[in-house]
T-cell receptor
Framework: GAVVSQHPSWVICKSGTSVKIECRSL??????MFWYRQFPKQSLMLMAT?????????EQGVEKDKFLINHASLTLSTLTVTSAHPEDSSFYIC??????????FGPGTRLLVL | QKEVEQDPGPLSVPEGAIVSLNCTYS??????FMWYRQYSRKGPELLMY????GNKEDGRFTAQVDKSSKYISLFIRDSQPSDSATYLC??????????FGKGTKLTVNP
């Protein structure tokens, strides 16, 4: 149980385009979902926390207009990287929390912006 | 002082060895403690989680929390090559936000 999926697993795009990443909790309802990014050989950096039906809470230094988060249902959250640039290239990982307090992570999405 | 300190390693052990991974923390409000395993280019996988102090065992894995010393450990018995990964400790207090260690890279050699 507690499976989280992400789509796509990797994406290559041109600078200036927007990219949408989906995060789904497959076998549980996630009241809260989280978005992280991870640079090579670094730990996870929390970008934002989202609760179903409400606006996401962004961490300091994360541009909310650049990283749009939508948590439309208890099983789906999306992260849209708008007008992506090469410095946005990273590994994006979502996690979901069910009724308990443990977070379960998706497999990650590798983004490369050319 | 960082909230969570974790020796990044790398740690290399022979197959069958007992592995000890550790984190220290400074925030006394932390109550929930987790260990994640992350294989290269994959998302973290939840291995163990404990609330407050004490031990928890699951197969070859044992998690220990000593809140008085602000120290948590993960022990892996009879380590296998498939255990080779980066191990991340994570913890939180009353807020939703998890605070992660930097991760320890473990290699188990056959």
């Amino acid at each position: 149980g507690a499976v989280v999926s992400q789509h796509p697993s990797w994406v290559i795009c041109k600078s200036g385009t927007s990219v949408k990443i989906e995060c789904r909790s497959l076998d549980f309802q996630a009241t809260t979902m989280f978005w992280y990014r991870q640079f090579p050989k670094q730990s996870l950096m929390l970008m934002a926390t989202s609760n179903e039906g409400s606006k996401a809470t962004y961490e300091q230094g994360v541009e909310k207009d650049k990283f749009l988060i939508n948590h439309a249902s208890l099983t789906l959250s999306t992260l849209t990287v708008t007008s992506a640039h090469p410095e946005d290239s990273s590994f994006y990982i979502c996690s979901a929390r069910e009724a308990g307090w443990a977070q379960y992570f998706g497999p990650g999405t590798r983004l490369l912006v050319l | 002082q960082k909230e969570v300190e974790q020796d990044p390693g790398p740690l290399s052990v022979p197959e069958g060895a007992i592995v000890s991974l550790n984190c220290t923390y400074s925030n006394s409000a932390f109550q929930y403690f987790m260990w994640y395993r992350q294989y290269s280019r994959k998302g973290p996988e939840l291995l163990m989680y404990t609330y407050s102090s004490g031990n928890k065992e699951d197969g070859r894995f044992t998690a220990q929390v000593d809140k008085s010393s602000k120290y948590i450990s993960l022990f892996i018995r009879d380590s296998q090559p498939s255990d080779s990964a980066t191990y991340l400790c994570a913890m939180r207090g009353g807020s939703e936000k998890l605070v992660f260690g930097k991760g320890t890279k473990l290699t188990v050699n056959p």
